[in-house]
């Protein structure tokens, strides 16, 4: 992420739901990781913009 470690993100969930408690802590993950499910679907629409990949996966998947 922004370079933390396991202990570091451990420890900053530990003081963030301290301070605001559960829910709010619970909401911020789940727009984190919508906008990291949305980062990884842009990152591979570029890495393949035609579907060619998913297009060869399903022929081979046919052929089996």
Known sequence: ?????????????????????????????????????QLDEATSSLRDPLGLRDLNKKNQNEKD
């Open 1 to 37: 992420m922004f370079g933390l470690g396991f202990w570091e993100l451990a420890i900053l969930a530990i003081v963030l739901v301290a301070i605001f408690g559960i829910g709010p802590v619970k909401a911020f993950a789940a727009k984190a990781m919508a906008a990291k499910d």
